[in-house]
């Protein structure tokens, strides 16, 4: 539960009025009477009124200064009156000029400042932008905490961590969860209803982090809360059955259910909808207790009551899938497929029994209870999955068996499909993401089994497509998903009336879809269902209509990529093998393809194993500390793990091939934080020096692709010509101003915030100086160095480079930046951010991104790198060179130079790098030969050569047919926290 500040999302902010701040008593009565009436039209609904009040009050108080709090607050009053109207570009600016006159109040500590902040927050947390809110939910706190009380100061800490948590960012919201109770604890306030939410809060994110225990602990501390139970109290009521459900998936069955049994016993039938699903639960916790006479019994309570099916029907669904789970814990596998089958089909409100082999998609247009339903054929893929896992099964009955679970798994990726479309939220989308992560596991594990049954050959290969594809599509599921609409609409054009067409018809849409679920009988469901297909015709008329004049937007948005395995082999060369990765709960899969093979791999391998391992490599190659003052320790954690990657994840895949020259590698999750080319062939027997290890880029050169999706359009796209000269730029930066002026009301106080932190970067200039002596082109230093000149400029160059700061969002990948010089442009922010990378038309055929860790982005499950990388590839760009960590400097000039020569002289990019790599193995020495100077570059995309162009200058290489960009800066990161999505 979310707990408001006092103050937040209100409209009126209180401010004292003396005399001493107003002159006039005339203008100090009228502001008083106006904010009394926005705020009496705020509450009653009456926004456009309200508005008159906002924009009046405004107006008088603008005579007092930009330094008076009234002026300030009544900017404040303004914003929130805009914000309710859904009047985003009034909110934006008002606030904006609300941030500025507080911030020259008091030095910006005012504590009405901190309601400001917190609205501003709010507004910003429901756009999405949640760095955005994240800086100021901080600065409110921090204000809070010299100015403020304690538990205000705890809401406000309750309220970010709910947005931390929001974005699975587990870790930073616990610590502000902890410091919000013990607040309340040190106050003696443990009674208020507040600290129930903030325990519970915190009891609720330890068990989505699967911290069973100190969920425990948290739920004991509440054993007092709620002991005596008011009759039908509904706030009670609420939080004991909350506590209850915590219990149950903490797995303390026996509690929840004594808290059940509370409620159950002081509620009437009649008084709450809730009470069969409380009934249903009980016999989930006998389920889980393996009291399955008590289970059955409770669960027959629900579906043999007589009231009305139609009110009742969600607890009915619960209880039919309960008795399914509970006859699959039997291993009575026939009979749970028959309840999972009936539960499908009363979700569906049929009337026939539905068989798995004739069901089709169109089937599940409409449905009571997507919950159920989606565990409905989740839990028919675990019976399907068990039962060919059984010993001892006649092929023919396998056979059978395995084509019906065949069609269970395209039906659910199908229809997976379908209601991620319709979600809204990021929550959600994951949630989806994990049920087809699930299914992709599945079609692997069939494929298995399918080798070993009477299925045709044909039919063999042909699962082996399907599972691939399963693979693939979950891969690039999520960034698109994290990208549709921001990135779609950047791209694609769409006019704003096109747009709030689409979002008021999927509204609709999804009305009538919960209006038909709480439908009381079948014939409103048939209506409700008419009207529904109103929409449903036009919306398809709009996607028509998207399709043929926005493609581009069209098909990031709706269209559904597929990808086979006999297209992949076309795209391998001679000699080359693609490995894709896939990461689950207890096991690892990996297809190995060549132009005339492919197999599949299964590796036990737990995904906690593989992310501790994960971590130890990394923090070998990274953590220059240790390298120095614990270098016995530092090889050992090196060598260990670097020889048990390439024994457990790339060796079984290999099979000793001996053709192989390249690898091209499709990682999973954490994976994609490591270089494979570390990876040691054999564990060396005593002590060897680091440039003599049997590393794999000895023996191949390799590159990385996010997906093979994504790996057929790079090869497929053609490029353009264009000038064959080098872009440079190298900003400067220097600290803000208070002043408010017109172009720091542009700027959002988030990047405001973020330039106040950029320091000096030295020696880019020379870095420019240095380019500009081996390619010919243009290079714009110090104020020349602006995004609107990046932007006029970029796509007509060769060679781009870069020295700059970039800024690698935790919050929103979309909000990533390269930071320019501030000139005070109206137009432009000088933040070149995600999405704008992605609109440009960029026609360089190489990116060099050298700045550290501009590959290292967060990983969501089945998605590559989600950085600030990734938008060049959407940018047009084919290739790009990237490191993974901060490198030395003097490793990377010499490894850049070396890389860029290999290139010259026609070896292609992995080749290159790979020659590159080795030639600085081969005259280092000592601690310069460790893989943390030179391992952190990697090549991702087409891996094709460059040609050479002839250049008129001695020893001069201009033959880069596309865009060389590099970042000798390095990456500013956050220091404070930042949102992670």
């Known amino acids: 539960m979310k707990i408001i500040l006092l103050g937040i999302l209100l409209i009126l902010v209180q401010t004292s009025l003396s005399k001493a701040q107003v002159d006039n008593l005339t203008i100090q009565k009228e502001l008083d009477e106006l904010y009394k009436l926005t705020e009496q039209s705020f509450y009653a609904g009456e926004y456009d009124q309200g508005l008159n009040y906002a924009i009046k009050s405004v107006e008088v108080s603008k005579q007092l ?39 020259l109040i008091q030095g910006g500590k005012h504590k009405d400042y901190a309601i400001t902040l917190n609205n501003y927050a709010a507004f910003y947390d429901d756009l999405g ?33 709910i947005l931390y948590k929001n974005q699975s960012r587990y870790s930073e919201a616990i610590p502000l969860y902890k410091e919000a109770i013990k607040i309340y604890e040190e106050n003696q306030l443990t009674k208020e209803r507040h600290y129930d939410s903030f325990v519970l809060n915190l009891a609720k994110l330890y068990i989505n982090q699967s911290n069973i225990k100190e969920a425990q602990k948290l739920i004991h ?96 669904l619960r209880s039919l899938l309960g008795l399914a789970q509970m006859f699959y814990n039997k291993s009575e596998y026939e009979e749970s497929e028959k309840y999972y089958l009936l539960t499908i089909q009363k ?36 019976v399907y999955s068990s039962f060919l896992s059984k010993g001892n099964i006649d092929k023919e009955v396998k056979s059978i068996y395995i084509k019906k679970h065949k069609k269970l798994l395209d039906l659910c990726l199908g229809f997976f499909n379908t209601i991620r479309q319709k979600a809204t939220t990021k929550k959600d989308k994951l949630k989806i993401l994990n049920y087809n992560k699930q299914i992709s596991e599945c079609y692997s594990k069939l494929v298995l089994f399918a080798l070993q049954s009477n299925n045709t050959a044909e039919e063999k290969v042909a699962m082996l497509g399907d599972a691939f594809n399963a693979l693939e599509q979950n891969r690039t599921m999520l960034m698109r998903d994290l990208e549709q609409n921001d990135l779609a609409r950047n791209l694609g054009e769409v006019p704003d009336s096109l747009l709030k067409q689409e979002k008021v018809l999927l509204g609709k849409i999804s009305e009538f879809d919960k209006k038909i679920a709480e439908a009381k009988n079948a014939e409103e469901r048939t209506e409700l269902d008419k009207k529904r297909s109103d929409y449903r015709i036009k919306f398809n008329q709009l996607n028509q209509k998207l399709a043929q004049e926005f493609p581009q937007y069209h098909k990031i948005k709706y269209q559904d990529r597929k990808i086979d395995i006999p297209t992949v082999q076309g795209l391998l060369k001679s000699g080359e093998i693609l490995l894709e990765y896939s990461i689950h709960k207890n096991k690892l899969y990996v297809y190995s393809i060549s132009s ?91 002590k060897t020096a680091y440039k003599d290890l049997p590393y794999l880029i000895k023996q191949y050169s390799i590159n990385y692709h996010n997906s093979a999706i994504l790996m057929q359009d790079v090869y497929a796209k053609k490029r353009q010509s264009n000038n064959k000269k080098s872009l440079g730029f190298a900003p400067s930066y220097k600290k803000g101003t208070r002043e408010v002026t017109t172009t720091s009301i542009s700027r959002s106080m988030y990047m405001r915030g973020l330039r106040k932190q950029l320091s000096p970067l030295f020696g880019t200039k020379d870095e420019v100086k240095t380019l500009s002596e081996i390619f010919h082109g243009d290079y714009y230093l110090n104020k020349d160095a602006t995004e609107a000149k990046f932007k006029e400029e970029a796509p007509k160059y060769s060679i781009i480079h870069l020295a700059m700061h970039g800024m690698l969002s935790k919050g929103e990948p979309l909000l990533s930046s390269l930071v320019f010089t501030e000139d005070n442009d109206t137009l432009e922010d000088n933040f070149l951010q995600f999405h704008e990378i992605s609109k440009l038309d960029l026609n360089a055929d190489l990116v060099v991104l050298s700045a550290c860790e501009t590959g290292y982005g967060k990983f969501e499950q089945g998605e590559g790198i989600l950085s600030l990388a990734h938008s060049f590839l959407y940018a047009g760009v084919p290739s790009l060179v990237m490191s993974l960590w901060k490198v030395n400097d003097q490793s990377t000039k010499e490894i850049m130079t070396r890389f860029y020569t290999y290139l010259g002289e026609g070896s292609n990019k992995p080749m290159a790098l790979q020659k590159a790599k080795l030639e600085y193995l081969t005259k280092a020495s000592g601690e310069a030969a460790h893989p943390a100077y030179w391992s952190a570059f990697v090549q991702v995309g087409k891996p094709d050569s460059i040609k050479k162009v002839s250049s008129g200058g001695s020893n001069l290489w201009l033959g880069i047919g596309g865009g060389i960009l590099i970042l000798f800066g390095g990456w500013l990161l956050m220091r404070r926290k930042q949102r992670a999505e």
């Not at 009470?275 to 059955?296: C, E, H, M, P, T």
């Not at 791999?601 to 490599?617: A, D, T």
């Not at 290999?654 to 990876?679: A, C, M, Q, R």
């Open 347 to 382: 979700n569906l409100d049929r009337k026939d029994f539905l068989q798995i082999e004739k069901m089709q998609l169109e089937d599940f247009n409409s449905y009571i209870n997507q919950e159920t339903f989606m565990n409905s054929l989740l839990g028919l893929d675990k």
């Open 221 to 316: 501390k509440m054993d007092s809360v709620y002991k005596d139970l008011g009759a039908d109290d509904s706030d009670q009521v609420l939080g004991i059955t909350t506590k209850a459900n915590i219990y149950y998936q903490a797995d303390e069955f026996k509690k929840s259910n004594d808290l059940y049994f509370k409620v159950i016993n002081r509620t009437s039938n009649a008084s709450s909808l809730l009470y069969y699903d409380w009934i249903a639960s009980v016999g989930f916790n006998y389920l889980q207790l393996r009291d399955y006479a008590n289970a059955k019994l409770y669960f027959n309570k629900v579906l043999n009551t007589e009231v009305s099916e139609s009110i009742y029907k969600k607890a009915k």
């Open 65 to 103: 200064g930009q330094t008076d709090t009234l002026y300030a607050g009544s900017l404040t009053n303004l914003s929130a009156i805009y914000a309710a109207l859904g009047k985003t570009e009034g909110a934006k600016e008002t606030y904006e000029l609300a941030l500025g006159s507080w911030e």
């Open 596 to 686: 005339s093979e492919v197999y599949l791999e299964e590796i036990e391998i737990s995904e906690k194993e593989l992310n501790k391992r994960v971590r130890n490599l990394r923090s070998s190659l990274s953590d220059y500390q240790t390298i120095k003052e614990k270098p016995e320790e530092n090889y050992t954690n090196f060598v260990d793990n670097a020889y048990w990657f390439y024994e457990n994840l790339v060796a079984p895949a290999l099979k000793d091939n001996k053709e192989v020259k390249h690898l091209s590698i499709i990682t999973d999750g954490t994976l994609g934080h490591l270089p494979f080319e570390v990876f040691l062939t054999t564990k060396p027997e005593q």
């Open 129 to 161: 932008d949640v760095d955005e809110a994240e800086s100021a939910y901080y600065k409110a706190i921090e204000i809070l905490t010299t100015n403020g009380n304690d538990v205000d100061k705890a809401s406000s800490l309750n309220n970010l961590a």
